[in-house]
């Protein structure tokens, strides 16, 4: 059975893990498996970011976009 978990607490878990709290720490005291947090949110997130990033960068070179 799968859980919902909202958008904050991912963004919130993912922070803490950017600040140096492990991945093995973080699922222990969420109950979330390592691999959904590494694989599934903080990659996702990754992508996010860089896809605002690429748009951004594309945008300042070709600004008619």
Known sequence: MST???AEFKKETIQRY???????VLSQELGVSQSTIYYCWYWLHIE????????SLLYRIIPCL
């Open 4 to 6: 919902k978990y909202s």
């Open 18 to 24: 950017e600040k140096g709290v492990s991945i093995k």
């Open 48 to 55: 996010v970011n860089f896809q605002d990033f690429f748009d």
